[in-house]
């Protein structure tokens, strides 16, 4: 996402290979930059408005942030050691076709929608209702979200390669599956005599809770695993082999 979710490369890539195919005279004297379209993406700085303001309430672990903050770092090391930025390529290495990308770009859209957005408006809910066990529970998974969303951000722009990309997407998904059985078993093992909210936030809650797991699941072990991340090492191993020969 990548919406954070899933990587955008799959959503832009066809359009932009179309535009260097077009412009190819020029590509050589007119190197592209998209640094701008992934650092102060207004998608970008949402997110990371969010994980400030949770990290200012004291509602995030250490642990999570610390996450964070290294892997920030270990993905510029990686970027300089496993997997540096090529030249520019000829080569096409997208395989959808345009009726497949906005499909992806509407499973991204629902991935931030109901990832993001609906457990933020859960956790100002539960403020209000004093609901202090299931604040706890979805900050985690809201943090490292927005985390994510910020650092794929960094990551789309044009000093790191494709892999770093979809890498980024793999570790936090993967980390957060933790978080979201968590709340999951949290929202679940709700007594309701002992549950400080209404009757429709203990429903909603369990449905939210287990709605992000099934999809963040199918996210990491149905497309990104199996699908993105062996097209992302081709397309890169490809490119790098086509630089050499050239």
Same mark, same amino acid.
Request: aromatic fraction near 14%; glycine fraction near 6%.
């Given at each position: 996402?990548?919406?954070?979710?899933? %990587?955008?490369? =799959?959503? +832009?890539?066809?359009?932009? @290979?179309?535009?260097?195919?077009?412009?190819? %005279?020029?590509?050589? @004297?007119?190197?592209?930059?998209?640094?701008?379209?992934?650092?102060? $993406?207004?998608?970008?700085?949402?997110?990371?408005?969010?994980? *400030?303001?949770?990290?200012?309430? &004291?509602?995030?672990? *250490?642990? !999570?942030?610390?996450?964070?903050?290294?892997?920030?770092?270990?993905?510029?090391?990686?970027?300089?050691?496993?997997?540096?930025?090529?030249? %520019?390529?000829?080569?096409?290495?997208?395989?959808?076709? =345009?009726?497949?990308?906005? #499909? #992806?770009?509407?499973?991204?859209?629902?991935?931030?929608?109901?990832?993001?957005?609906?457990?933020?408006?859960?956790?100002?809910?539960?403020?209000?209702?004093? =609901?202090?066990?299931?604040?706890? !529970?979805?900050? %985690?998974?809201?943090?490292?979200?927005? /985390?994510?969303?910020?650092?794929?951000?960094?990551?789309?722009?044009?000093?790191?390669?494709?892999?770093?990309?979809?890498?980024?997407?793999?570790?936090?998904? $993967?980390?957060?599956?933790?978080?979201?059985?968590?709340? +999951?078993?949290?929202?679940?093992?709700?007594?309701?005599?002992?549950?400080?909210? /209404?009757?429709?936030?203990?429903?909603?809650?369990?449905?939210?809770?287990? !709605?992000?797991?099934?999809?963040?699941?199918?996210?990491?072990? &149905?497309?990104? #695993?199996?699908?993105?991340?062996?097209?992302?090492?081709?397309?890169?191993?490809? =490119?790098?082999?086509?630089?050499?020969?050239?």
């Amino acid at each position: 996402m990548s919406s954070g979710v899933v %990587p955008r490369d =799959d959503i +832009v890539l066809k359009q932009e @290979t179309k535009h260097e195919h077009n412009q190819q %005279p020029h590509a050589k @004297t007119q190197p592209k930059s998209n640094l701008h379209r992934g650092i102060f $993406s207004f998608q970008q700085l949402n997110a990371l408005a969010i994980a *400030i303001v949770l990290s200012a309430s &004291g509602m995030v672990a *250490i642990e !999570a942030f610390a996450f964070v903050i290294f892997s920030f770092f270990y993905m510029y090391f990686l970027s300089k050691v496993a997997f540096p930025t090529l030249p %520019p390529t000829r080569n096409n290495n997208n395989v959808d076709d =345009d009726e497949k990308n906005k #499909l #992806l770009g509407f499973y991204s859209f629902a991935g931030v929608v109901f990832g993001l957005f609906l457990p933020v408006a859960y956790i100002f809910e539960g403020i209000v209702e004093g =609901d202090k066990e299931g604040i706890k !529970a979805a900050t %985690p998974h809201v943090f490292l979200l927005a /985390s994510q969303l910020f650092l794929e951000g960094v990551a789309y722009s044009d000093r790191f390669s494709v892999p770093m990309r979809v890498l980024v997407a793999v570790v936090y998904n $993967s980390t957060r599956i933790f978080s979201l059985m968590e709340w +999951v078993r949290s929202e679940i093992s709700k007594v309701e005599q002992e549950f400080h909210g /209404s009757g429709r936030r203990l429903v909603m809650g369990r449905i939210l809770a287990v !709605a992000n797991l099934v999809y963040w699941s199918f996210n990491l072990f &149905g497309f990104l #695993l199996p699908y993105y991340l062996p097209k992302a090492f081709k397309g890169y191993y490809s =490119d790098q082999k086509s630089v050499k020969d050239d």
